[in-house]
């Protein structure tokens, strides 16, 4: 049967007549997606299914939030028991503090955990804290690294063209939204990453202003792009040494690199950790936890964060039966994901290079990034902005999906290996790569 997707062509115009590009959010419409989206009709396994019946075996895995594929059923099975006995409460319950338990016992950093519900929750809500906890206005953040949403966090947290961006050591803040808050803008230090001496001199320039640096562990929003060795380690010496907090923005790699997130895995010790997408397994769920002595500023009359949705239980029943599944085993579930991420990045490497294509393939055990560059690697935003050419990955990303396999066609993003992606579907997504290679490169 040949490829056909008219039912999300005839979705799509229904959608844009009640919702803005179709949708809500615009990473799914057509910047990514071209005329119109996919519609997807249901998910199981590692697979997808859409309005017209196509099936595609999934890497996407909603950036993350699925570390054991869809519909998994003592996930279904969780979610069903919150669901008949209540939803929500907004009260205080006992699943609430079974979780955060597990999580303070898989996260030594974590000694004392507060709820939220997405990332962008969580990340707002962590800087607020720093902000009153250390009684200063300021914050770092990097260059190409995405914090959610929010004001605060809207500068160059996407590519923009490298020629506006001023000199690497000072570079110049560009909104990424309109309608953000000016003042909060403002107050946002942007520092190049991988780059210590830029951050110790920002922290010199704004001495005594700095409430926090918040970092992502491993860049996942600009491609992958994984610390220099050290890097970590000297932010957290850095930080420590003038005296501001490291707000670690583990949204994406955390309950994802290892069972105490990338934190475990670079051996570091940040002061506040944020934690979203896998922790919920489709759940809005997330999480910021931290030193006690921090967090303790959250106590009524100090930092406000509020919620009528926070730990709700359908979201936390979830999160427990992904916590019991991830360290079952002695967490067999990463070496698992590891082992799959690994073999397919190699295996596009391979690809790649018997058919002289101008790719590279980045990535920390199960997250990766393919990035159609001449370059032989890709170290920070600038490098991303300047060499790497989204328009081939969406066109590639594309044609993957006539072959039956779905990765983001968001170049900026990745891709991430789950439970339940087999050998089998790293072969047939390496077969599928050669088909769709050779149909772009025809174009
Ligand atoms: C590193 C990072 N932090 C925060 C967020 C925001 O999370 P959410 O989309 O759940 O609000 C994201 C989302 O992609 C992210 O990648």
Redesign the pocket.
């Known amino acids: 049967m040949s490829y056909s997707t008219a039912k999300s062509k005839a979705l799509f115009e229904r959608a844009v007549q009640v919702m803005v590009e179709g949708g809500s959010s615009p990473s799914r419409g057509p910047a990514n997606y071209g005329e119109y989206p996919l519609f997807i009709e249901r998910g199981q396994g590692a697979h997808l299914f859409d309005a017209d019946g196509n099936q595609y075996l999934d890497w996407m895995m909603a950036?993350g939030g699925l570390p054991h594929g869809h519909a998994h059923p003592r996930i279904v099975e969780a979610v069903t028991q919150a669901v008949a006995t209540g939803a929500l409460v907004a009260a205080a319950t006992e699943i609430e503090i079974e979780v955060a338990e597990f999580i303070q016992h898989m996260v030594p950093s974590a000694e004392r955990v507060r709820f939220a519900n997405?990332?962008?929750?969580a990340?707002m809500a962590a800087i607020r804290l720093a902000r009153g906890y250390t009684g200063r206005p300021k914050f770092i953040k990097f260059e190409g690294h995405?914090?959610?949403?929010y004001d605060d966090f809207l500068v160059n947290a996407h590519p923009h063209p490298v020629t506006s961006l001023g000199h690497r050591r000072d570079p110049i803040k560009i909104a990424d939204s309109s309608g953000l808050n000016r003042r909060a803008v403002d107050d946002t230090i942007v520092a190049p990453w991988n780059d210590l001496a830029a951050v110790e001199r920002a922290l010199e320039t704004n001495r005594g202003r700095v409430a926090a640096i918040i970092t992502?562990g491993i860049m996942?929003?600009m491609g992958v792009i994984p610390p220099h060795p050290g890097y970590l380690e000297g932010l957290r010496q850095l930080a420590r040494s003038h005296d501001v907090l490291l707000i670690l923005?583990e949204?994406?790699t955390g309950f994802r690199i290892a069972a105490g997130g990338c934190q475990q895995h670079y051996g570091l010790d940040p002061d506040i950790t944020?934690f979203?997408?896998a922790l919920g397994c489709g759940l809005p769920v997330?999480a910021f936890v931290g030193r006690a002595e921090i967090m303790e500023a959250l106590a009524w009359g100090g930092v406000l964060h509020y919620g009528t949705q926070n730990a709700s239980r359908i979201g936390l029943f979830a999160a427990r039966a992904n916590l019991e599944m991830l360290t079952a085993g002695d967490a067999e579930a990463f070496r698992h994901t590891w082992r799959i991420g690994e073999t397919l990045v190699a295996g596009f490497r391979r690809v790649f290079e018997e058919t002289n294509t101008p790719a590279i393939v980045q990535g920390v055990g199960p997250m990766f990034q393919i990035m159609f560059t001449d370059r032989p690697r890709i170290t920070d935003y600038r490098e991303y902005c300047e060499f790497v050419d989204p328009a081939r990955y969406r066109a590639f990303a594309h044609a993957l999906f006539r072959h039956g396999i779905y990765m983001t066609p968001a170049a900026a993003l990745h891709s991430v290996a789950s439970v339940v992606h087999t050998p089998a579907d790293v072969e047939t997504t390496l077969a599928a790569a050669r088909a769709a290679l050779a149909e772009t490169d025809a174009q």
């Open positions: 950036y997405t990332g962008t929750e990340t995405y914090h959610g949403w992502e996942s929003n923005d949204t994406v944020t979203g997408k997330a």
